[in-house]
């Protein structure tokens, strides 16, 4: 290395690095740590602020931010929409194909069969107030979409552009939002910067409501490369209480070219919408994993979602019977189950292969199963994602408040356990986020009415800013590319997130724990782009840390959360929840709450719902 280097001695770099003899013992073994000095393309100190001032800020341009903001605006307040992306065009909302509506004229089952059958295939694990929910108010939200020509199309942006130009609700494009602020115990804000522009923005709001989306660790073919955890990490950084981090997204990919997203979503991405009925499944959990895990090699599936298998072994996780035939519907439970747990292990007893369902890729009407593919498959490829709707903030009731006053989450970024620990419902995705998102935005309009404006001081500010614009300062450091690399090295193997062991998590803890307190601090940004990347980064390692302890604090597996030194279900004790949150020494806490309760604002205090 040059003696000197834009003006930077090497002794300078060396104290920069954390202190030169653990980085020099590390270079001296060939490592490729990415420590290099910043170059910064613009100066930050000359970046512009500006403050924005609304009733109702909604975070988030997918299905669940259009309804929000549409719903609220009619409730009567002043609204503003913010996306990281470009309206209907970010998150999951582009590639979902596929919303369920319940028309009670037309299906045979009742609501209350509906959220009985859904509550028996999510194991207990889904919320019924929210599964119900669901069902009441789909088909009003499906006859909005039809009125604004979401159907006549497969890109959304004209048919989510519709409501929102005729209200005149304002709306900013490419803004990564980095920071929710609270004051007086209530959120009155938040902050982030425009990818666009060289500015950093200050929304003052009386209410905020979390329309983020969920979030992976940038996994290769699928698509959720923007999605990184972003409301529920702003969230718990405030206090917020968060939940289902120990369950798992479980959409494979192709064999062939996996990181392929356009090639593994086939045609998906040229069809329109379309509506679908009650198909109540027990869909994507980790059977594919284990097969995998058992066997030692790629899975060979006969149709996805999840298809027949060729190369089955025995054991694996659970699934109630009747939903082992074609699309789930089967007969009555095998196996002398009862109550939802199977009868224990005979000494030197075996089970049998389950069997699974066989229904392929959507059609053209968007039915059928998940997307996915025949013949021989990858899984990992939405590593880091939760079930839809089982993961985000925990509410306190259902109108989709958080634990924090004036503070609501709807769709993917609430977890609501609308669908329970496991994909239960085909469709129900999209259309729970456009139900959440309406009554978060009526709610959230109403709340405002009764708030009286909050001005952030000027300290705050500032100190946001700071922590907005730090990685662009730093002199040198290490690129959000490598923290990223690393991360997903240490999460996204079969062993540590899908087939789960104590001492492999622990493991993998350790590596997480050293990325957050030796890593992140000293991620560098060059540019607005970078900025976004860093913020993203450090998003993404506090999630996996989350994923990480909730998975070895639930000893037993359960839907789309297995451990193979826990194989069974534990009724006994683990019929329960499990929250996260930020206590005040920073470190993060876990808790219990049993199922059919609501959390409290208070820690451990729980309180009976009626379903």
Request: glycine share 12%; hydrophobic share 35%; proline share 5%.
């Amino acid at each position: 290395m040059k003696t000197e280097t834009n003006n930077l001695s090497r002794r300078k770099f060396i104290a920069l690095a954390g202190g030169g003899v653990g980085f020099a013992a590390i270079a001296g073994l060939g490592m490729n740590i990415d420590w290099a000095l910043n170059n910064p393309e613009i100066d930050a100190d000359t970046i512009l602020k500006n403050t924005i001032n609304t009733d109702v800020l909604v975070v988030g341009g997918g299905m669940a931010g259009l309804f929000a903001a549409v719903k609220a605006h009619d409730a009567g307040a002043k609204v503003m929409l913010v996306s990281k992306g470009r309206l209907g065009a970010s998150g999951q909302t582009p590639f979902a194909k596929g919303i369920f509506a319940y028309d009670k004229e037309k299906e045979k089952l009742s609501i209350d069969e509906f959220v009985a059958k859904v509550s028996r295939s999510a194991l207990g694990t889904n919320n019924q107030t929210y599964t119900r929910q669901l069902a009441e108010h789909s088909l009003a939200r499906v006859n909005e979409l039809k009125e604004w020509g979401f159907f006549e199309s497969s890109l959304y942006n004209k048919s989510f552009s519709k409501p929102i130009e005729e209200r005149n609700i304002p709306m900013h494009e490419r803004v990564t939002i980095t920071h929710l602020i609270k004051e007086d115990d209530r959120v009155v804000g938040a902050a982030g910067f425009s990818i666009d522009e060289q500015k950093v923005l200050f929304y003052q709001a009386k209410s905020v409501i979390l329309c983020t989306g969920a979030g992976g660790f940038k996994p290769n073919g699928f698509p959720i490369c923007d999605l990184t955890h972003d409301g529920t990490v702003m969230a718990y950084n405030i206090g917020a209480k968060v939940t289902g981090k120990e369950w798992n997204d479980g959409h494979p990919a192709r064999g062939e070219n996996p990181a392929a997203c356009y090639d593994g979503w086939g045609d998906m991405f040229e069809q329109k919408p379309s509506t679908t009925s009650i198909e109540v499944r027990h869909d994507l959990g980790v059977d594919m994993n284990y097969m995998a895990y058992m066997s030692g090699g790629v899975a060979q599936m006969g149709r996805p979602g999840m298809g027949k298998q060729e190369n089955s072994v025995s054991g694996g996780p659970y699934r109630p019977e009747e939903f082992s035939s074609e699309k789930g519907q089967g007969g009555p439970s095998k196996d002398g189950e009862k109550d939802g747990k199977r009868p224990p292990r005979k000494d030197g007893e075996d089970r049998p292969p389950r069997k699974e369902g066989e229904d392929g890729p959507p059609g053209k009407e968007g039915k059928g199963g998940p997307p996915g593919m025949g013949g021989g498959v990858v899984g990992g490829s939405s590593a880091g994602m939760s079930i839809h709707k089982a993961e985000g903030l925990v509410p306190i009731n259902d109108t989709c408040e958080s634990t924090i006053p004036g503070l609501y989450a709807a769709g993917d970024a609430l977890g609501s356990y609308m669908a329970g620990g496991i994909y239960t419902q085909i469709g129900s995705s999209l259309s729970g986020s456009a139900v959440q998102g309406a009554i978060a935005g009526e709610t959230a309009a109403k709340y405002s009415k009764n708030i009286k404006a909050h001005s952030i001081s000027a300290s705050k500010l500032n100190a946001i800013e700071e922590d907005i614009l730090a990685p662009l300062k730093k002199e040198a450091g290490y690129s959000p590319a490598w923290v990223t690399q690393t991360l997903q090295s240490i999460m996204i193997p079969n062993f540590i997130i899908y087939i789960k062991k104590e001492n492999l998590m622990k493991a993998a803890l350790a590596y997480v724990e050293e990325l957050r307190d030796h890593h992140v601090p000293h991620l560098r940004a060059s540019n607005l782009h970078e900025l976004r990347l860093a913020h993203e980064t450090k998003n993404m390692v506090i999630s996996a840390e989350m994923k990480l302890r909730a998975s070895l604090m639930r000893k037993e597996s359960r839907c789309s959360h297995y451990r193979l030194d826990y194989p069974e279900l534990d009724n006994e004790n683990w019929q329960a929840w499990i929250n996260i949150f930020k206590a005040e020494d920073g470190t993060m806490q876990l808790e219990k709450q049993p199922f059919n309760t609501w959390a409290t604002v208070e820690t451990n205090s729980k309180v009976e719902f009626n379903s």
